[in-house]
């Protein structure tokens, strides 16, 4: 097959991974639906977005190693019928507990369609157009968690939830049958040098371990204040039905310019200030979704994801720099601990918020801060060394 046109290419990934990324979140704005609809707790409703989480986090590393071994058209193929069947299992679900297990196992082979395409990217593009193409893969992430929230949030209130299963399903189908008959069957460029570094050897350098440790406390401040807006979103003073406090999630298009955006800010001021920033903005955020206004509300959710995808894009990039070897095994434990922080963030508020509500969720929150914001102050010590000893 010959080697597709750069344009069409990012549109294969865009395509693929905003497709895969809406199968995570789609319970999300309809969390009290399920819980009368089921009988379940706050808790418990709160599993079937989670347990997509943990599932990703589980399966991303053999996933990657996978990748290495084996073409990608089989991983791809074997990945989109499996996510297609979970949402059909979902959709057909009578107990709260098929669904929660027909989600884990969507997670465990959306990796399929995402991680391994990463690592497919990697070998077989150069560098230069890496970056563009890897530009389109964050948006897709962001665009499909979005389009995962008002695919389960809008398709509930004219038919039922379970609908909007069957048309991700569909989609899956769809942009997978498109993979396999338009990405190239074999490398467009030589496959560079095998990593050096293993995965322990990564985690024993400290600096590395606090980005990954910041990847994962600032998804889980993220994931829960968007798990659980449906129930602040639905209690007095706002009472907003199903439709409405789907269209606050249209916030969360925010991530697909401030990624591109931390990347400029970065380059000019530097990764630890860009991190202290976005952590900074974050807090801010924080505090003004506790007060009892749709407007302040609506101003701190646009605050924390543009605090959060800051933190995430210096992170990342940070990371890379500091790397001369171990990209590939890196930017997978990066990936594992954003998904692990994701579950732990979901499932420790929703023990939170059932004992005290939206304001303890916020106060936990503010306190899980302190790790990006350490990690940002580690960043600029390095950064302050590093100039010291050029001088």
């Known amino acids: 097959m010959t080697e597709p046109s750069h344009f069409r290419l990012q549109c294969i990934v865009f395509l693929l991974v905003s497709i895969s990324f809406t199968n995570i979140y789609i319970t999300q704005p309809v969390l009290p639906v399920l819980q009368v609809e089921f009988a379940v707790d706050t808790v418990i409703a709160s599993f079937t977005v989670s347990a997509v989480l943990l599932g990703i986090a589980l399966s991303n590393l053999p996933s990657g190693a996978l990748a290495d071994r084996l073409p990608i058209h089989p991983i791809i193929l074997t990945?989109?019928?499996?996510?297609?069947?979970?949402?059909?299992?979902?959709?057909?679900?009578?107990?709260?507990?098929?669904?929660?297990?027909?989600?884990?196992?969507?997670?465990?082979?959306?990796?399929?369609?995402?991680?391994?395409?990463?690592?497919?990217?990697?070998?077989?593009?150069?560098?230069?157009?890496?970056?563009?193409?890897?530009?389109?893969?964050?948006?897709?992430?962001?665009?499909?968690?979005?389009?995962?929230?008002?695919?389960?949030?809008?398709?509930?209130?004219?038919?039922?939830?379970?609908?909007?299963?069957?048309?991700?399903?569909?989609?899956?189908?769809?942009?997978?049958?498109?993979?396999?008959?338009?990405?190239?069957?074999?490398?467009?460029?030589?496959?560079?040098?095998?990593?050096?570094?293993?995965?322990?050897?990564?985690?024993?350098?400290?600096?590395?371990?606090?980005?990954?440790?910041?990847?994962?406390?600032?998804?889980?401040?993220?994931?829960?204040?968007?798990?659980?807006?449906?129930?602040?979103?639905?209690?007095?003073?706002?009472?907003?039905?199903?439709?409405l406090v789907t269209l606050v999630y249209l916030v969360y298009i925010v991530g697909i310019f401030m990624g591109p955006a931390a990347g400029r800010i970065s380059n000019r001021f530097g990764n630890g200030y860009t991190i202290v920033g976005g952590a900074v903005v974050l807090g801010i955020s924080l505090v003004l979704?506790?007060?009892?206004?749709?407007?302040?509300?609506?101003?701190?959710?646009?605050?924390?994801?543009?605090?959060?995808?800051?933190?995430?894009?210096?992170?990342?990039?940070?990371?890379?720099?500091?790397?001369?070897?171990?990209?590939?095994?890196a930017n997978a434990l990066y990936v594992l601990f954003y998904y692990v922080g994701a579950w732990l963030g979901i499932t420790w508020a929703g023990f939170v918020y059932k004992q005290g509500g939206w304001s303890a969720l916020v106060y936990t929150a503010l306190l899980l801060l302190t790790i990006p914001l350490y990690a940002g102050i580690h960043e600029l010590k390095i950064a302050r060394r590093q100039h010291l000893s050029k001088e």
């Open 79 to 243: 990945g989109g019928i499996v996510l297609a069947i979970g949402g059909l299992i979902c959709a057909l679900a009578s107990n709260i507990w098929v669904l929660i297990g027909a989600r884990f196992l969507q997670g465990l082979f959306i990796p399929a369609m995402t991680t391994c395409l990463v690592a497919y990217l990697a070998k077989t593009l150069p560098l230069a157009r890496l970056n563009v193409v890897m530009g389109t893969y964050v948006a897709a992430t962001v665009l499909g968690g979005m389009g995962s929230r008002l695919l389960g949030g809008w398709i509930h209130p004219p038919l039922n939830w379970r609908y909007a299963f069957v048309s991700a399903s569909i989609l899956v189908l769809i942009a997978t049958l498109i993979a396999m008959r338009e990405l190239p069957r074999t490398p467009v460029h030589p496959q560079r040098q095998h990593d050096s570094m293993g995965f322990f050897e990564l985690l024993k350098r400290w600096e590395l371990l606090l980005l990954f440790l910041c990847a994962a406390a600032s998804q889980s401040i993220f994931s829960p204040v968007f798990n659980y807006l449906p129930y602040r979103l639905g209690a007095p003073p706002f009472e907003f039905p199903t439709e």
């Open 289 to 329: 979704i506790l007060l009892p206004t749709i407007v302040a509300v609506v101003l701190g959710l646009i605050g924390i994801c543009a605090g959060f995808f800051t933190i995430h894009a210096a992170a990342v990039g940070s990371l890379n720099r500091k790397l001369s070897s171990g990209h590939g095994r």
